[in-house]
Nanobody, 115 residues
Framework: QVQFVESGGGLVQPGGSLKLSCAAS????????MGWYRQAPGKQREPIAS???????NYAESLKGRFTISRDNAENTMYLQMNSLQLEDTAVYYC?????????WGQGTQVFISS
């Protein structure tokens, strides 16, 4: 199965921005529907955004207008641009196919929003 590596997380103040990256162990971004997920402290992991091979995107209702998912098929990389970050965006962020393949979860990247 494909493996994913997420990066780009960090500590940001409320209102700040981060851009997360997702690299795959083989070229799949032009084939599969892909997604970003997050797991906040004490909560279950949830999908937050998805993108089709043709670039059509979908977002969790609460994140529309703040987060943007994109993919670079040539670079085999997917991105999540996060703007106007809020305290409740604190979570570990993961990428995977959509729906997720349970064998392919990576370590995730930690995003911590704090003033």
């Amino acid at each position: 199965q494909v493996q994913f590596v997420e990066s780009g997380g960090g500590l940001v103040q409320p209102g700040g921005s981060l851009k997360l990256s997702c690299a795959a162990s083989r070229s799949i971004f032009s084939i599969f529907l892909m997604g970003w997920y997050r797991q906040a402290p004490g909560k279950q992991r949830e999908p937050i955004a998805s993108i089709t091979p043709s670039g059509h995107t979908n977002y969790a209702e609460s994140l529309k207008g703040r987060f943007t998912i994109s993919r670079d098929n040539a670079e085999n990389t997917m991105y999540l641009q996060m703007n106007s970050l809020q305290l409740e965006d604190t979570a570990v962020y993961y990428c995977n196919t959509y729906p997720a393949d349970p064998r392919s979860w990576g370590q995730g990247t930690q995003v911590f929003i704090s003033s």
